[in-house]
């Protein structure tokens, strides 16, 4: 029964959550009784975060002590997504600076993640000071940044982006919002993108996405700015799922 399943796991979590922050220790004692793997990683995660939250180094200390693979790994994100709840710079720089491959892209964008949902503009900051010595790790943090600034205020977000020098960043930061504001609302970034010369690039990539919920609407948008190369991924997405409308769409314009 799904409603059992839910309220199962609601009950996991609640108790991980408890224990993260009265009974660590206890808390990945338990887990090795849970069966489920999916049931263990994810009370394992809400154990590590909640610990992380007072007592960070001890947290990761016992992250580093499980045997190395998926549990390892979600734990140290965890851990790390705690601490920068309360001190995200700082858990930025020591995922960076002790973490190694998939462990420290989850555990930075985690913690990005997490220092967006309260100061996105100051999140966006660290990671574009990062991109002037570490580009590829700037690109994870500023990704997590603009999908989580992108839900609360896209324009706030596409304005810090616009201060940016051309360069890698400044597409990297531009893309990430863009592809969640298509998400979320593609006729308010369509209309951005129309108003604002100088982004033509990603004409094509939000026509794709607003495709996938209104072709109709994405087709006259670009139609309408006279942009043949946003108009392929349109027509790619809306041939397969209904060829005839498609067909009709393009007769008629």
């Not at 004692?29 to 007072?54: C, E, G, P, Y």
């Not at 001890?58 to 002590?65: I, P, R, S, V």
Request: with cysteine.
């Amino acid at each position: 029964d799904l409603s059992d399943e839910a309220a199962r796991r609601e009950q996991l979590q609640n108790l991980g959550a408890e224990l993260g922050l009265k009974q660590p220790a206890e808390g990945l004692a338990l887990r090795t009784l849970i069966r489920k793997a999916s049931d263990q990683q994810a009370f394992l995660a809400i154990v590590m975060r909640n610990w992380s939250l007072s007592q960070p180094q001890a947290a990761l200390a016992a992250a580093k002590q499980l045997p190395s693979g998926l549990l390892r790994r979600t734990a140290s994100a965890a851990a790390i997504e705690g601490w920068a709840m309360t001190s995200p710079a700082v858990a930025l720089d020591w995922a960076s600076k002790n973490l190694a491959g998939s462990s420290r892209r989850e555990a930075m964008a985690r913690a990005a993640s997490a220092w967006a949902q309260n100061s996105p503009q100051k999140a966006a900051q660290w990671a574009s000071k990062l991109s002037s010595t570490n580009l590829s790790e700037s690109a994870i943090v500023i990704e997590e940044v603009m999908r989580e600034w992108a839900l609360r205020d896209p324009k706030a977000a596409t304005a810090w982006c616009e201060t940016l020098a051309a360069g890698d960043f400044s597409d990297q930061a531009h893309s990430a919002l863009f592809f969640k504001w298509a998400e979320i609302s593609p006729a308010a970034a369509a209309e951005w993108l129309t108003q604002n010369a100088g982004h033509e690039w990603l004409i094509p990539r939000v026509a794709a996405i607003w495709a996938a919920v209104a072709p109709v609407d994405a087709a006259n948008w670009i139609y309408d700015i006279h942009h043949e190369q946003g108009l392929s991924p349109i027509m790619l997405s809306w041939a397969d799922d209904a060829p005839e409308e498609a067909l009709g769409w393009c007769k008629a314009n």
